[in-house]
Every structure is written in structure tokens, then in C-alpha cells.
């Protein structure tokens, strides 16, 4: 299977700060990389696909750029409703559908 | 509005059984790809497997770690998902939620479509427990 590390695990930012967050694959996947926001006790919210394409309705603050085995997800300016745990996941192949592990972006 | 609204949940021991539904409405879920994906309690997504479309055959694919205990089907005439757990573990506790396969966003192979994953159940508790 490919692994998918993300880092880091948390972060602690302000309303109004640019956030990057980082995914890394242990092999190459092209630009076959997923990224969604989930909220406690909700389902998770596709946000970006294909590396750096916006999921439809999702606010233009969101970006997602790389391929190959470096990825990330960057919110231009945080707002309240940001705040969420936020994971990338590989669909490069069926030989297993990876997720990273997460990585949660608290109020500072 | 597309809605997917599991069911089927609850405490069972190590060793049992426990059938999930998934209701579909909003979309054609005939044509649809579906997959199962798990949460256990404060860890993160995990992908359990997929059944493709009857038009496409219809076919399974299952993550290792549940491959030979669980089964994935559907029945279009009610427009339902299933995922029959069998030999349930303790590590099998987690969140289970039915979500659509976004074949617009992923890729097609020759043999296979890989994808992200568009729209998602609440989702529903499974303990495993003595």
C-alpha cells in the first residue's frame, strides 16, 4: 500500500493566518490526491481533487498544488469555520485507497 | 439533494455478525460506484471497499485488513448499499460511512476506475466488545 504522511499532526493559528499544511506519498501518484475537512462528529467534506482542482462550493481561500509525492493544502486567510481536522488521501490505485493521518487546526 | 443514510450499527462481540444499510436518494444510484469508509474513535479514515455499478460489472474490492470477513452489495430496486461484517475484531470498531464514488474527479484505467469521494453518510457506530 501507499503510505501518507502528513505533518503536522496540529496546528495552532489565528483567524486571518495562511495555514499550510503538508501530505507526502511513499511513492509517486501523480496528481491523484484528494484533500477533505472534517469536523467533530461530522462526515468529512471533499474540498480539493486531483491535487489542485476546488470541489464545487468550496470557498476560494482553499488551494491545493503538487505531484508526485509532495503535496499541500494552504488556506490563504483562516476564518472561524476553518477550524477542523483536515486529511489527504491517494487514489492512485486500488491497491489500496490511502488516507494521511490527519492534521488538526486549532484556535492559537 | 443527495442523501445517504446508514443504518444498521450497534454493539456486537468479538466473533459476530452485524449487516449495514445505506438508504440513496438525490441520484441515480444504479449508475453509482459506492465504497465504505471507517473511522475508529479518535483515528483517522480508512478505506474498507467498493462495489462498482452493474453496468460495470458490479464487482467488489475490499481492503486487506477486511478482505474474506466482509461483503459489500446492493439492491438498485430499493436503492440501498450493504457491508455484512462477519468475524467481527475488536479493531473492526469505528464509524462506518457510505459515500459515492466521484468518478468525475478520479481516474479510469483500462480495467478500473480510482477515485475520491464526493458525498457522505452521517455515518453509524460499530462497537465490537465482550
Known amino acids: 500500500d501507499i503510505q501518507m504522511t502528513q505533518s503536522p499532526s496540529t496546528l495552532s493559528a489565528s483567524v486571518g493566518d495562511r495555514v499550510t499544511i503538508t501530505c507526502r506519498a511513499s511513492q509517486s501518484i501523480s496528481s491523484w490526491l484528494a484533500w477533505y475537512q472534517q469536523k467533530p462528529g461530522k462526515a468529512p467534506k471533499l474540498l480539493i481533487y486531483k491535487a489542485s482542482s476546488l470541489e464545487s462550493g468550496v470557498p476560494s481561500r482553499f488551494s491545493g498544488s503538487g505531484s508526485g509525492t509532495e503535496f499541500t493544502l494552504t488556506i490563504s486567510s483562516l476564518q472561524p469555520d476553518d477550524f477542523a481536522t483536515y486529511y489527504c488521501?491517494?487514489?492512485?490505485?486500488?491497491?489500496?485507497?490511502?488516507f494521511g493521518g490527519g492534521t488538526k487546526v486549532e484556535i492559537k | 439533494e443527495v442523501q445517504l443514510v446508514e443504518s444498521g450499527g450497534g454493539l456486537v462481540k468479538p466473533g459476530g455478525s452485524l449487516r449495514l444499510s445505506c438508504a440513496a436518494s438525490?441520484?441515480?444510484?444504479?449508475?453509482?460506484?459506492m465504497s465504505w469508509v471507517r473511522q475508529a474513535p479518535g483515528k483517522g479514515l480508512e478505506w474498507v471497499g467498493r462495489?462498482?455499478?452493474?453496468?460495470?460489472?458490479?464487482?467488489?474490492d475490499y481492503a486487506a485488513p477486511v478482505k474474506g470477513r466482509f461483503t459489500i452489495s446492493r439492491d438498485d430496486s430499493k436503492n440501498t448499499l450493504y457491508l455484512q461484517m462477519n468475524s467481527l475484531k475488536t479493531e473492526d470498531t469505528a464509524v462506518y460511512y457510505c459515500?459515492?464514488?466521484?468518478?468525475?474527479?478520479?481516474?479510469?484505467?483500462?480495467?478500473?476506475?480510482?477515485?475520491?469521494?464526493?458525498?457522505w453518510g452521517q455515518g453509524t457506530l460499530v462497537t465490537v466488545s465482550s
Open positions: 459515500t459515492t464514488d466521484a468518478i468525475p474527479r478520479g481516474y479510469c484505467s483500462s480495467t478500473s476506475c480510482y477515485t475520491p469521494f464526493d458525498y
Open positions: 488521501q491517494q487514489y492512485n490505485s486500488y491497491s489500496g485507497l490511502t
Open positions: 438525490g441520484f441515480t444510484f444504479s449508475n453509482a460506484w
Open positions: 462495489i462498482k455499478s452493474k453496468t460495470d460489472g458490479g464487482t467488489t
